[in-house]
């Protein structure tokens, strides 16, 4: 007899909350000095680890305040999936080829150019923190007040809001990395 796919489904725990022994440790926690900082009792925690219980918010900021985090960042990690596998999407801006894997928090690309080509889009100049790593040639970056030529094995990193431009002095490889910034307020 087959059984029922959604009664299974519902077996499955809705939050994954065994993260939360990953954070501990690396915090270098016993169950005893979190339960403490946290006024959650070691069996709460000890359920929570071993997902056997599902969290309250209530639980779940008393914990983060202990690890600088907020509960919906638990919530967050308990959520989540282990990894997240995507494909790169290729495409050309300026004179730079250009492949790109994109998550919620941050951008990679990779890029070439031959020398000359130039590269500026200040409509997608983000609140972000970007880093430009120079793999092969020359490449100079011009920011507002300032201009650095790179170098292969040299890398840079500043805030993508300001005006920048990048130019390839020798054909070139470069990897850049959007980090998105945490919420202000």
């Known amino acids: 007899m087959a059984s029922d796919p959604v ?21 270098d926690l016993t ?17 929570l680890e071993r997902n056997q219980t599902q969290a309250e918010v209530g639980t779940l ?12 960042d638990l ?5 989540a999936p282990i990894s997240n596998k995507k494909s790169s999407v ?3 801006s300026g004179a730079f080829e250009l492949e790109a894997i994109r998550y ?19 409509e997608i100049h983000h609140d972000d923190h970007e880093i430009c790593w120079v793999l092969k040639g020359t490449v100079r970056l011009d920011l507002p007040k300032e201009s650095h030529e790179l170098e292969a094995g040299q890398s840079i990193q500043f805030d993508a809001i300001q005006e920048h431009s990048y ?11 959007h980090i998105r910034k945490d919420k202000r307020y």
């Open 61 to 72: 900021h008393k914990i983060g305040k202990v690890f600088g985090m907020r509960a919906t």
């Open 7 to 27: 009664l299974a489904q519902e077996a499955v725990p809705a939050f994954n909350f065994s993260i939360l022994r990953d954070i501990r440790k690396r915090a």
């Open 104 to 122: 919620g928090n941050a951008d990679c690309i990779y890029a070439t150019a031959v020398a000359g080509a130039r590269v500026s889009k200040p």
């Open 90 to 92: 290729r495409y050309k």
């Open 31 to 47: 169950l005893s000095a979190l339960s403490e900082r946290s006024g959650v009792s070691v069996a709460v925690i000890s359920k």
């Open 75 to 79: 919530l967050s990690l308990a959520e």
């Open 167 to 177: 130019e390839a002095i020798e054909d070139c490889q470069v990897v850049i990395v």
